[in-house]
């Protein structure tokens, strides 16, 4: 059976005051401002509509969902009529039935006659309603003017659009406009000739539409549908499940029929998403049934050989064997382990623990260490725990919102559309880019400020809007004296407020006008609840941790910590990043981010394995390759990472790779990773097992087993399987008792148990005796480390600087269709929308060079080269160009450079300099890189048999 | 790991911290380096510096000092 949802028919309404009023006899009470409909559906009684929903405004529209009241004349929509003390309702009568039916006759005489019996069309509610309304024939002649004949808009890759079974209901605009904000859709024509069109009547596909799928939520007539649904039928029951994209950490249905996938439909009391999805989560699964999934494992003694496949004995066997002969040969601490942000809670913890229980030392890393590492260490270093501080509700109190190094409405568009509602309401946005990001002017949003830094000066503009905010007593006194260290205050206050941090003096380098910083500065310092959005162009520098650390000092200065609407929130990339960082897998800290070298932290640890722990840090991941390349560092387990596509300066990381005795790759597809690598192990998809994932406002919920492991096990079951066969026996029987573990270990997560997620949906850790339920908001009334930290964030230019060989900074980031690497969504229809990246440059540049829109270009730094198409655009300034990393053809990271955060080795992929000049076509990596890629994907044909 | 790029990553780190009063600098890159850095790396900058440290600014090299005296995983 399909999961359960109760449509309300119109949005909960939150009121001090209640109203009782009486429905066919039945006294409810109400808060005041609820609708009819929705007070009625409270007490179960169930009134016809087709043009309201619960999770839109109520229009008003089809007529259906009419009542009459005692005392009042005529009849009466009751979900645009709100609820009234002492009022009486009659949702039955005999003149309300006959109204409804010849209501819906009319809808129907201008449908298809075979919908009310079509078995696909069974689910959807105009077929529901017209059964409600004792709808059995059509006394309209067929043949008159209908909007049968009107072509199906079948250009989007997921859905289809077809207007003869539309009722003009308005949902879809609704939704548009309302849940996702894009406003792509609109009615065209007037009365008969009324018509749904996207944007300009452009069809789906070309027109604005980014398919995140509400307008086929919300189309009450199945005129908006899924193709997967035409295909395969209705699905028959259902599953509540987590996205494994970005994280945002949706909650969706997945939809089943049989053992097959229909569909993702968000789930309506999803706590992160409420009911809202964007095309990556919503349609963009297709990839876990791909025919590239490799299914089998495959050993091959050299890289240069081709894959033998071999049974999960075997391959386990050999894993085993090879990883123990390196450490017999090179010492303990010649091999390491990688932990994926893709996978589960329960897999990142049991791949730290295989690292340190079984392997003997701390080699363990996670992708995070290119992406949020910095969060981990500025977050930690000032408010004393490494995340964000509010759950993503609490932007609807903001008033004032800081996007700062982040792309919403691309890397993370659930939430986007959710600032974007505020935004409408009235809160304030100070967008801080370099590029002209959607946010900055989009329908109905525009931002107050763009600051368009040169990229690498973050820190610069963070020091400046700190700057304004001391010098001109714009401080949050009281909260800074109740809250913060004093000492540490005082030596940061002077610091800052030093002229060198002036915005007219940053002015030359950060190419922002002073005058727009300060007005900037004012606003975030007295508009009311000032939140603070970042991302990977903040943390993806050379001064990573230290603009992390400067946002926070923004934050504890204005005294915008520590209640709903305020904030330091990092965007996190992938599903599961928090996750991965919670779960111990920086090679210095155990789970809870508890330093290895704590011993009593180890002590609970090594109760508990059974093992000493090594109390010294183990190697990060770029320090792995440098190892390798001198050494001491010879074999790698990599579970779900494709890091020789992610990970900057390519050219180092495959050399590092090829270096290595025994690489070990887990995952769905053979990546560019796995073209160095010894032992494949077929991975798992999110829809193949049970565990949890940990979003980017700490929510951990529950991923479930929606189908079998298509390759027979899911992921942390293979790396039981490789602990039991390096000696270190592993005995769990289901996901669920990894969490227990990670909960007896774990302070943050003691209250967490599967039992518990399954009873609250979620819950945002730290979740303990103190706080059973969780903490949405974290800092209330103390941080905690105590007292707030200030720290002194002196600016410090990347020693990466453009000069007349690479006169350009390069920045990169990723697109809305996409996702990281691309690994998913490359195998989706997805790339219809972004079949290569390209190279974003200015028009002036563009013209300086002789290139022109479309054409290849080489890209080239001190790193490495490769080529490209180019858009000329005015979205990147002059002097910066931008590209994505989807694509393995272009391997954009071949170009950037090892430079790193100074505290964590976060890659400084937001700063390298290029040049750009015409190019015929791809470069001499691109093609050499090809053909190594065609060799080492060679699996080899088995032996016939005699 | 090259000495050249091991000198820049502590240099780097040094210069976060040279902020502070010289002893706080001091302190923070040595606990910086102790906390976070494998104690291979940390050997092997101990070896340049005992090679003579070219390239090491001042914080670092006086960091370095810190921990060699103090760090008996990466002095062995």
Known sequence: ?946 | MSPEKLTRMANEIARFFASKPEEKAIAGTADHLRRFWDPRMRRQILAHLEAGGAGLEPIARAALLRLRETDSVAAC
């Not at chain 1, 039916?101 to 298809?112: I, K, Q």
């Not at chain 1, 002209?436 to 020091?463: K, S, W």
């Not at chain 1, 950060?510 to 609840?529: D, F, I, S």
């Not at chain 1, 969504?825 to 563009?846: K, V």
């Open chain 1, 1 to 946: 059976m399909p999961v359960p949802e109760i449509d309300y028919g119109t949005p909960a309404v939150s009121s001090d005051r209640t109203v009782t009023l009486t429905v066919d006899g039945e006294k409810i009470a109400v808060p005041e401002g609820t609708s009819i409909m929705r007070a009625a559906m409270q007490r179960g009684v169930v009134i016809p509509r087709l043009c309201a929903t619960d999770s839109l405004a109520a229009f008003g529209s089809c007529r259906l969902c009419l009542v009459e009241i005692g005392g009042r004349a005529g009849t009466l929509a009751s979900c645009t009529t709100p609820v009234a003390e002492g009022m009486v309702v009659h949702t039955e009568t005999e003149r309300l039935r006959r109204l409804r039916r010849g209501v819906m006759e009319l809808y129907a005489s201008d449908h298809p006659r075979e919908w009310l019996s079509d078995p696909k069309l069974a689910g959807n509610e105009l077929f529901q309603m017209a059964a409600a309304v004792g709808l059995r024939e059509i006394r309209y002649p067929e043949d008159v003017t209908t909007h049968l004949a009107k072509p199906k808009d079948e250009s989007n890759p997921y859905f289809t659009f077809d207007p003869a079974r539309c009722i003009v209901c308005s949902r879809c605009v609704r939704a548009c406009a309302e849940i996702q904000g894009t406003y792509a859709l609109t009615v065209a024509g007037r009365g008969f000739a009324s018509r749904i069109v996207a944007s300009e009547d452009d069809g789906f596909l070309a027109s604005e539409c980014v398919s995140c799928g509400a307008c086929v939520q919300a189309c009450p007539t199945s005129a908006l549908v899924e193709k997967s649904v035409i295909e395969q039928g209705m699905p028959e029951h259902s599953v509540v499940t987590t996205c494994a994209y970005c994280g945002v950490g949706c909650s969706f249905k997945a939809e089943i029929k049989g053992e097959q996938v229909v569909r993702m439909v968000p789930w309506k009391e999803g706590q992160a998403n409420h009911g809202h999805s964007c095309v990556k989560g919503r349609f963009a699964w297709g990839y876990a049934l791909h025919p590239d999934r490799i299914l089998e494992p495959m050993v091959r003694a050299r890289i240069t050989d081709p894959w033998c496949k071999v049974s999960w004995e075997e391959a386990i066997a050999h894993a085993a064997a090879e990883l123990k002969r390196i450490q017999a040969a090179y010492g303990r601490s010649a091999v390491g382990g990688i932990t994926s942000s893709r996978c589960t809670n329960e897999e990142t913890f049991l791949v730290q623990k295989l690292v340190r229980a079984a392997f003997g030392n701390n080699n363990v890393d996670t992708c995070a260490r290119v992406c949020h590492s910095p969060t981990g260490y500025g977050l930690k270093t000032t408010f004393g725990t490494s995340a964000g501080t509010q759950d993503f509700d609490s932007v609807d109190h903001a008033d004032v919102i800081i996007v700062m190094g982040a792309n919403p409405t691309d890397g993370h568009p659930v939430f986007a559309s959710r600032m974007k509602r505020r935004l409408q309401d009235g809160a304030k946005l100070i967008v801080i880019d370099p590029r002209c990001i959607d946010l900055v002017r989009t329908p109905h949003v525009e931002a107050a400020f763009h600051l368009p830094l040169r990229p690498g000066t973050n820190v610069a503009m963070l020091n400046a809007l700190a700057h304004v905010v001391v010098t001109e007593g714009l401080e949050d006194e009281a909260f800074i004296e109740e809250r913060c260290d004093p000492e540490a205050y005082a030596e940061w206050r002077a610091f800052v407020a030093g002229p060198h941090n002036s915005p007219e003096v940053v002015e030359p380098f950060t190419t922002v006008p002073a005058a727009l910083v300060r007005q900037a500065a004012r606003l975030y310092a007295t508009g009311g609840n000032g939140a603070i959005y970042y991302g990977l162009g903040v943390t993806e520098h050379s001064q990573g941790s230290t603009a992390v650390m400067a946002l926070a000092n923004l934050a504890m200065a204005t005294g915008n910590i520590g209640r709903p609407g305020v904030g330091v929130n990092p965007l996190r990339g992938q599903n599961n990043v928090q996750g991965s960082c919670d779960m111990g897998s920086f090679p210095h800290e155990l789970s809870g981010y508890r330093h290895i070298s704590e011993t009593a932290t180890r002590r609970i640890f090594e109760e508990r394995w059974g093992v000493t722990l090594d109390p010294e840090p183990g190697l990060r991941i770029p320090n792995m390759f440098d190892a390798a390349l001198e050494g001491s560092f010879k074999g790698l387990y990599i579970q779900g990472e494709d890091i020789v596509q992610s990970d900057p300066d390519t050219r180092h990381v495959t050399a590092g790779l090829s270096a290595m005795e025994c690489v070990i790759v887990q995952d769905l597809f053979l990546n560019e990773t796995a073209q160095f690598a010894h032992v494949f192990l077929p991975g798992s998809s999110f829809l193949e097992k049970d565990g949890t994932f940990t979003n980017a406002e700490r929510r951990i919920q529950l991923v479930r087993r929606v189908v079998a492991p298509r390759a027979r096990y899911a992921d942390w079951e293979a790396t039981v399987l490789l602990s039991n066969a390096l000696g270190y026996p592993m005995h769990y029987g289901h996901a669920s008792e990894i969490m227990a573990e990670i909960a007896a270990t774990t302070p943050t997560f003691a209250g967490v148990s599967f039992a518990k997620l399954e009873r609250l949906g979620s819950v945002q850790w730290p979740c303990n005796d103190a706080a059973p339920a969780g903490t949405p908001v974290m800092h209330i009334g103390k941080f905690v480390r105590g007292q707030g930290q200030f720290v002194v964030t002196e600016y410090l230019p990347t020693e990466e600087k453009v000069g007349p060989h690479f006169p350009l900074l390069l920045t990169t980031g990723r697109i809305l269709s996409q996702y990281n690497v691309g690994t998913q969504t490359r195998r989706t229809p997805n790339s219809l929308w972004h079949e290569e990246d390209r190279l974003e440059i200015h028009p002036h540049d563009a013209e300086e060079r002789g290139i022109r829109d479309g054409e290849w270009v080489r890209l080239e730094s001190r790193a490495g080269a490769t080529a490209l198409r180019a858009l000329i655009t005015e979205r990147v300034a002059p002097g910066v160009v931008y590209t994505t990393f989807h694509h393995p053809d272009t391997q954009t990271n071949v170009v950037t450079t090892e430079y790193s955060d100074w505290a964590t080795n976060c890659p400084e992929y937001k700063v390298t300099a290029v040049q750009v000049s015409p190019a015929n076509g791809p470069s001499e990596w691109q093609q050499s890189y090809r053909a190594l890629g065609e060799c080492a994907r060679r699996i080899a044909e088995p032996a016939p048999a005699k």
